[in-house]
């Protein structure tokens, strides 16, 4: 699948070099794509990526930010009128929309990768790649932090790390569905051939996030409960279980401190809160 962004002459070998770049991007991830295929892929030699971009690492980074700047330039633009509109009233929803509702209008804009958008930003988050990671982490950490005070404000109940946490496992299982190529077939069939509007797809997406993100810390006996299931799924499971038989240290063990009866502060803000937001940075530099 070659992505072509329309409005561009065909003669713009810069713009050929990205766009082959952003494809094998999204079919092969970072690793496996060489300079050699994207040459092939463009249409061009090797003199040409090294006259507009010098090596294969200033060219991704060229690739991604010609998409990911404008998606957060959207994304903080929402987020301000949100909080010039509502103030304390800021809601978990209305911070989910200002990270979704611009990645789908641009998605749906032929002229910056429309489709492709999507998978672009979900392999941009699931690539396991140290180099993407790095870059996307150095490049949008304000961005990142932005969103994760925000997320803190609207969910005042959960400790900064409890919450980091979360915002990474539940925006990391949703880039890994972006990333597929079976998403838009999925909508499909689903939906039952129905169409389904921004609307729609934006609070199925949201929905489960919400759920996960309001859902309380879990108390001791709940702990221990999970805990006599791991001890039941190994050998000597019974040794599992007397060792967790004590929920206060259940809870003290297995959440790492920890306790429903109040925000918990972080390793992260001890160290003065260089650390805090870093589990959910990732996240929201690579999904929608």
Request: include cysteine.
């Amino acid at each position: 699948m070659a992505v072509r962004t329309t409005g561009r002459h065909a003669g713009d070998t810069k713009s050929r070099i990205l766009d082959a770049a952003e494809t094998l991007f999204i079919e092969c991830g970072y690793e496996a794509m060489s300079l050699r295929q994207i040459t092939s892929r463009a249409e061009v030699n090797l003199a040409a990526v090294n006259y507009h971009f010098g090596s294969k690492e200033s060219l991704i980074h060229s690739m991604l930010s010609r998409r990911l700047d404008r998606l957060n330039q959207e994304r903080l633009k929402l987020l301000d009128r949100f909080d010039e509109m509502l103030g304390a009233r800021l809601t978990c929803e209305h911070v989910l929309g200002a990270m979704f509702i611009p990645a789908l209008r641009l998605s749906r804009d032929p002229r910056i990768g429309g489709k492709a958008f999507l998978r672009l930003l979900g392999r941009a988050y699931t690539d396991p790649s140290s180099f993407i990671r790095d870059f996307l982490n150095a490049h949008y950490e304000s961005v990142a932090i932005r969103f994760f005070d925000a997320f803190q404000r609207a969910l005042p109940h959960l400790p900064r790390e409890e919450l980091g946490w979360r915002l990474h496992f539940a925006i990391g299982a949703l880039s890994g569905v972006l990333a597929g190529t079976d998403t838009d077939s999925l909508i499909s069939e689903f939906s039952q051939g129905k169409s389904m509007n921004d609307l729609q797809l934006i609070a199925r997406l949201a929905s489960l996030m919400v759920a996960a993100l309001k859902a309380p810390l879990p108390d001791g006996s709940q702990l221990a409960t999970f805990a006599a299931v791991l001890g039941d799924a190994t050998e000597g499971g019974a040794e599992g279980q007397m060792e967790c038989a004590n929920p206060a240290a259940g809870t003290q063990q297995a959440s790492g401190g920890f306790e429903s009866s109040g925000p918990a502060v972080s390793d992260g803000e001890q160290r003065g809160g260089s650390m805090e937001a870093s589990p959910f940075q990732p996240a929201l530099h690579g999904t929608a």
